[in-house]
């Protein structure tokens, strides 16, 4: 079945660090891809999304590529700020109507 | 604000007991999806409703059940429950199509004692 992989954390940089935090997916057909985040004591918003091969979500300073030839979808920001600490999902819904999450990655940035 | 509220914020419950979870979808959304999150873990799919038909379901036993109303707001119902069903569990409508946005709740918290 459909499943996502993300890498585990927690990962802890400091502030205007570069953030990467790998995604891979198995999915039959072409899912839609999306980064949720958890902020502290909130619930899950979503943060970007891209539904088709080579798309580019973008979102505060995130961003994510969809592709579909190594079946990743890995977050990343360039310069990270003590906010951005949260709970990050990767997470694809299919041809079927249920999304998948990853486990989530944990991220603490230190100022 | 994602405009999909939750009630409970949090209950406490023992072990055999039932208990109903509520949804109050954002205007519009005729699809409601709820999710159970273990701590540290990742949300895992229960089931979906679309305008008030079951039309989906994860790997959840048949104690899990659900309704959606006429205005689209929704339960889950957990009927005995065990401890390991202690978790947050997370609401979520949409409009329509399955790669439409979903907008989550805060969630509920449930204990299992």
């Known amino acids: 079945g459909d499943s996502v992989t993300q890498m585990e954390g927690p990962v802890t940089l400091s502030e205007e660090a570069f953030l990467t935090i790998n995604c891979t997916y198995t999915?039959?057909?072409?899912?839609?891809l999306f980064w949720y985040v958890q902020y502290p004591g909130e619930g899950l918003q979503l943060l970007l999304k891209?539904?088709?091969?080579?798309d580019k979500g973008s979102n505060k300073g995130f961003e994510a590529t969809y592709r579909k030839e190594t079946t990743s979808f890995h977050l990343e920001k360039g310069s990270v700020q003590v906010s951005d600490s949260a709970v990050y999902f990767c997470?694809?819904?299919?041809?079927?109507?249920?999304?998948?999450f990853g486990a989530g990655t944990r991220l603490f940035v230190k100022a | 604000e994602t405009g999909v509220t939750q009630s409970p914020t949090h209950l406490i419950k023992t072990r055999g007991q039932q208990v109903t979870l509520r949804c109050s979808s954002q205007?519009?959304?005729?699809?409601v999806s709820w999710y159970q999150q273990a701590l540290g873990q990742g949300p895992q799919f229960i089931f979906q409703?679309?305008?008030?038909?079951?039309?989906g379901r994860g790997n959840f036993p048949p104690r899990f059940s659900g309704l959606q109303f006429p205005n689209y707001s929704s339960e889950l119902n957990v009927n005995a429950l065990e401890l390991d069903d202690s978790a947050v569990y997370l609401c979520?409508?949409?409009?329509?199509?399955?790669?439409?946005?979903?907008?989550f709740g805060a969630g509920t918290r449930l204990s299992v004692l």
């Open positions: 979520a409508s949409r409009s329509s199509g399955p790669g439409d946005i979903q907008y």
């Open positions: 999915a039959t057909g072409y899912p839609s």
């Open positions: 891209a539904t088709k091969a080579d």
């Open positions: 997470a694809l819904s299919g041809e079927g109507f249920k999304t998948i």
């Open positions: 205007s519009g959304h005729n699809t």
């Open positions: 409703y679309y305008r008030e038909e079951e039309n």
